[in-house]
């Protein structure tokens, strides 16, 4: 086995430069630091180019008018074809009622109206010392409901109706005639107007209905009317909801684009954290890895030292897997032992006068975990080089690692130097 000694020598003299991977203190430094701030400037951006609007209010106004105009028959004493609002009219003179609704709704800021309106007459016929003693109650539905939809800031409804008094009037007439009964009597004709509104900005949808009546006394004796009108006149305030627009697109636009790169910034920082693996024995690990899933076919036998290789045909195999190839092919066990502790394990196999050898040594397995730490740390700076602002702080760490390196190899020829002094002795 004195090629196995020659060859693992041959590993000692060769002087492999070891490469440190990067420490946590450097990615916290070189990466999670500038990474936060990067966050942190993201938010800012993103907060201005933005603007909240606090919870506020939307004022809105409603109004709602009556306007009449009082018909008459052909008479010798009014040369006016019609009598305005706010007068007294002879009941037998009158020939119709023209009435004329008028309701605008106003808001502050756009919303999604939804509204509807009808026009109806009810005839009353009550008890003459108490009108909320009804005796009698007809209604007629004169004007169908009308809806519509729209968005704006304000809508304004207008609808008029023609009511004939002399219907009405003779209508209460027979009534009292039939019965034989002392009332009072009047025809109440009502616009309804039902109003619904929402919007995102609104906390809570607006619904409210708003009545205009005009209420015609009706009477068989009466000789003059009076006509009773209300009015709309309501102001008040619908809450908004807590919202944020954009205020400045292209900010926002650069905001993202800094959050995007901060985020795949921690992206590689937690993911050299995790992948990167502390110290461990590499060497111990695929040994004892080789031991535990291919036990079946391995046998540990100290006779290895005793076989003579020149006795042999030897084929040298470069892993476990090829071993074990020959292994289902010649039947034979796996043989293995450990030449040199802690440092070099052979696996063989004899058959016949051919004999398949593996050798796994520490130091070559080392140096392979050097090299893979070596190409990745390769692959980390090839992407801290695209940070501009990055590589001033790493260049502060390679200065610092190029002077520790001086001064280890300033120690090192200081030990060869007084090992050859000593041999000289």
Known sequence: MNNLQNENESLDNNNIEEVKPFTMRKWFICMMIPTLVMLVLTLLVLKGSMYSEKESVVNYNETGDIDYKVYLKNN????????????QYVASLIDKININYKFDMKSDAKLNYNYKYNIKADLLITDPNDNNKILYKKTNVLVDEKTNKATLNNFMIGDSVNIKYDEYNSYVNSFKKTYALSVKSKLIVTMEVTTEAKSKILKDDFNKVNKLSLAIPLSEQTVDIGIDTSTINNAGTLDKNYISQIKKPVVLVLGLIVGLLSLALLYISLYTLFSSRSKIDVYKTIIDKILKEYDRAIVTSKSIDSIKEEDHNVIKVENIDELLDAHDTTGQPILYSELIPNEVSCFMILD???????????????????????????????????????????????????????????IENNKISENKDNIEE
Do not use: C, H, P, T
């Open 76 to 87: 010798s004493f009014y040369s006016d074809e019609y009598l305005g609002k706010d007068m």
């Open 352 to 410: 016949d006068k051919i004999l398949y050898k593996l050798i796994i040594r520490r130091k070559q397995l080392e140096k392979e975990e050097r090299k893979r730490i070596n190409e990745r740390n390769e692959y980390i700076n090839s992407i801290l080089e695209k940070f501009n602002w990055v590589s001033g702080i790493k260049n502060i760490f390679k200065k610092k690692d190029n002077a520790i390196e001086e001064s280890n190899v300033d």
